[in-house]
């Protein structure tokens, strides 16, 4: 059974920094792409980030393009995504996916004083 | 940045009734569209990529059609588990965008 499993949530002040990790079970994790996909409270979904098979290529949505960086272990077949210079803006629930079908459950992020 | 909107924003609907949303985006995706279920609390579930393609799992009263720049997603006789919001996704280019989302109610 393909699982997806996200952490490392909380609350973060502006300015801080939270690192969330994503841990893949039940498939070969090293042959996808995989995705961060956020949701700020009561709004539609938005994409962040994603990752090639073997982290050679990553992608940015401008908004946190120099403040965010994903990044994978292939042998812990996990996908994490440090987040640096937290804004309010950036309070959401983070999903990761993978490729274009499943997904996690999500890790709330709230960024506040 | 690709531009997807998505028509209608809400939509009232009865159990056993047909059910067509449009997402229409700002310059051509060729097939490159996905289709996203979400019920309130959960997280979003995959339906549809590749435009038409339904994923492993996904009941055949959802489909999809499109190409370019308007595409489709149907449900063919709505039943009370599909009441949620839809979205569209392109991953033609990047950043991926999605569309605003629809949500579908019981009328």
């Known amino acids: 059974e393909v699982q997806l499993v996200e952490s490392g949530g909380g609350l973060v002040q502006p300015g801080g920094s939270l690192r969330l990790s994503c841990a893949a079970s039940?498939?070969?994790?090293?042959?996808?792409?995989i995705h961060w996909v956020r949701q700020a409270p009561g709004k539609g979904l938005e994409w962040v980030a994603n990752?090639?098979?073997?982290?050679?290529?990553?992608n940015y949505v401008a908004s946190v393009k120099g403040r965010f960086t994903i990044s994978r272990d292939n042998a812990k077949n996990s996908v994490y995504l440090q987040m640096d210079s937290l804004r309010g803006e950036d309070t959401a629930i983070y999903y990761c996916?993978?490729?274009?079908?499943?997904w996690g459950q999500g890790t709330l992020v709230t960024v506040s004083s | 940045d690709i531009q997807m909107t998505q028509s209608p924003s809400s939509l009232s609907a009865s159990v056993g009734d047909r059910v067509t949303i449009t997402c229409r985006a700002s310059?051509?995706?060729?097939?490159?569209l996905a289709w996203f279920q979400q019920k309130p609390g959960k997280a979003p579930k995959s339906l549809i990529y590749?435009?038409?393609s339904l994923q492993s799992g996904v009941p055949s009263k959802f489909s999809g059609s499109g190409s370019g720049t308007d595409f489709t997603l149907t449900i063919s006789s709505l039943q009370p588990e599909d009441f949620a919001t839809y979205y569209c996704?392109?991953?033609?280019?990047?950043?991926?965008?999605f569309g605003q989302g629809t949500k579908v109610e019981i009328k």
């Open positions: 310059q051509g995706i060729s097939n490159s």
């Open positions: 996704q392109q991953y033609n280019s990047y950043p991926q965008t």
């Open positions: 039940g498939f070969t994790f090293s042959s996808y792409w």
């Open positions: 590749a435009a038409s």
């Open positions: 996916r993978r490729s274009l079908d499943y």
């Open positions: 990752i090639k098979q073997d982290g050679s290529v990553k």
